[in-house]
């Protein structure tokens, strides 16, 4: 039995290594022109197949003509990654945001992951933003904490205006908005840059910093923990080990590390703690000259326990009597519909309906998801054996009604208003980052008239985004993969012309400049209508 088992394991290491040399040759190949043709058209029938409101912004002609046209235009072998820069720019007509496509990566077998697995790279540390046609360092986590508010000139001989020029190209936003280019590409720089050159393992860029500029260069490198033990394995052959008595703690010590633990891990739960970028996704602060007004700055919708962080929070608001909310919406990308529906419930005082059931244009689009092909064997195989069960499920949740189908969420029901709903006066502050759930929550604050908006128009269209569900679908030939919604998702609100975000009541852009001066001038003007309000 043990030869089997390990002629077994053998066997799954030699497919394992055979299938990422595979898949790494299949990559980086000039592929047949017919075979990019063939690519061209699998995307464009999967789109057809899938997405609820393909020729939202873009009419069924023209989009067959931009897709006709870049069959045309493809007459010689490209490999994936060209092909990819080709088809993003013709994907894009969608004009959905959540929709896109992105090249496939490198693949690693099990030693080299081991390996990665010990390596950081500091540039992953620097947070970026795109304002007045100048990339910005804004937030810099490590050692590098001098970088901050510099300018980036050049990466490596390139100007981040040139690449920035040429990413606007390859992804959407929601309809005809214009605002979420410049925040994403600012905010997501290096993915973008990723995606256009692939793997790196050293960068250098040329920062302007007050009147100096300088050369950042960096490279893949140890972790420290792994570097420390490299180092104190060599310093064992001069030096005699110390051996350390392990301190024996008491049960009541043990017990009480333990209460401790258990405290910490609710506590970066309920506020949702991001380890790697070592913030908390939700936060509350009490503010103004004599910290009466709340500010809750929530930069995403998609971890921890929610529920326990919006109970505590306004419990906390209604117990300090704070007349006035500030809710922070900038660069929240979005996340669970479940979780805007139940912070709405502490915003209103009467029954409500978040979102609209959604529209759809299959029937289990959950198991459609489940069974992209992008998926792993395992996920299918688990998926196809609770198959009936999930298809119950979506056929449950599924109605049909004037020839369309739509899906209902929980967030489609209609809600009960928490009994501690805030009454007071709200702001919002939102960007062009404001995306997703982010912009349905806006939508719905605004569309009932909730709150007054200060900021920059929402990347996110008001009425509606096509998200929910994704089919991240793997093209056969090149492997680059098509990420396509399955669910149009929309408040109850609407606006004319179409294809438009939530725009501010007072519009504030911020420039280079206040970020220099590590100004806010969004939140500025908020605190000081407050003040304004209180004397009048």
């Known amino acids: 039995m043990q030869k089997i088992l390990f002629f077994l394991y053998i066997s799954l290491v030699f497919a394992s290594c055979a299938s990422v040399e595979k898949h790494n040759a299949q990559i980086t190949k000039l592929h047949p022109v017919a075979d990019l043709h063939k690519d061209i058209d699998k995307v464009y029938k999967q789109l057809k197949r899938h997405h609820p409101h393909l020729y939202q912004f873009t009419p069924k002609d023209i989009l067959d003509f931009k897709f006709d046209s870049l069959k045309n235009a493809i007459d010689e072998p490209m490999d ?211 910290s009466s007004v709340a500010l809750l700055k929530i930069r995403g919708f998609s971890n921890g326990n929610y529920e326990a962080f919006y109970d505590e929070s306004f419990k906390a608001i209604d117990s300090l009597s704070a007349e006035t909310l500030i809710i922070d919406l900038r660069n929240n990308f979005g996340g669970r519909l479940k979780e805007i529906t139940y912070l709405y419930s502490y915003l209103t005082d009467k029954e409500f309906v978040m979102i609209n059931p959604s529209e759809i244009n299959s029937r289990s689009p959950f198991l459609k998801s489940l069974m992209s092909n992008s998926r792993p064997v395992v996920v299918k195989t688990l998926a196809g054996l609770i198959s009936p069960f999930i298809y119950g499920y979506d056929l449950f949740k599924t109605k049909k009604k004037d020839g369309k189908l739509y899906y209902r969420f929980k967030a489609s029901r209609t809600q009960e208003p928490k009994p501690t709903n805030f009454k007071g006066k709200i702001y919002v502050l939102i960007n062009g980052n404001s995306f997703s759930a982010s912009s349905v929550l806006s939508t719905k604050l605004h569309g009932d008239k909730r709150a007054t908006f200060v900021g920059e128009e929402t990347g996110g269209a008001y009425n509606g985004t096509v998200a929910g569900f994704y089919k991240i679908y793997e093209l056969p030939n090149t492997k680059v993969r098509a990420r396509i919604g399955l669910a149009h998702i929309d408040a109850p609100h609407k606006i004319s012309p179409d294809g438009y975000g939530v725009k501010p009541d007072v519009e504030i852009l911020p420039t280079f400049q206040d970020r220099m001066d590590k100004r806010d001038p969004e939140l500025e003007w908020i605190l000081n209508d407050i003040e304004n309000k209180k004397v009048n």
């Not at 092909?83 to 945001?97: C, D, R």
């Not at 081991?114 to 970026?128: C, G």
């Not at 925040?183 to 960068?203: H, P, Q, T, W």
């Not at 110390?242 to 008491?250: A, Q």
Request: proline letters at 1%; charged letters at 35%; aromatic letters at 12%.
């Open 80 to 290: 994936s990654r060209t092909f990819y820069k080709q088809l993003s720019q013709v994907t894009k007509y969608i004009g959905q945001g959540h929709m896109s496509v992105s090249p496939p990566s490198r693949q690693f077998d099990r030693k080299e992951r081991k390996v990665l697995n010990k390596m950081k790279f500091d540039i992953n540390n620097l947070d970026f933003e795109y304002l007045d046609n100048k990339l910005l360092i804004v937030n810099a986590r490590g050692n590098d904490s001098l970088l901050v508010g510099s300018e980036v000139l050049m990466v490596e001989s390139e100007r981040p205006t040139d690449l920035i020029k040429q990413y606007k190209k390859r992804f959407a936003s929601d309809g005809y908005n214009t605002t979420f280019y410049n925040r994403i590409l600012g905010n997501r720089f290096m993915r973008y840059y990723v995606n256009d050159k692939g793997r790196f393992d050293s960068i250098s860029l040329t920062l302007r910093n007050s009147d100096s500029t300088f050369v950042k260069f960096y490279k893949r490198a140890l972790k420290d923990k792994f570097a420390s033990k490299a180092s104190d394995s060599l310093k064992k052959d001069s030096l005699q080990t110390i051996k350390r008595t392990k301190v024996k703690l008491t049960k009541a010590e043990r017990k009480a590390k333990k209460l401790e633990a258990k405290a910490k891990r609710e506590h970066n739960s309920k506020y949702g703690y991001v380890a790697q970028r070592k913030e908390y996704t939700r936060n509350l602060n009490f503010i103004g000259k004599d």
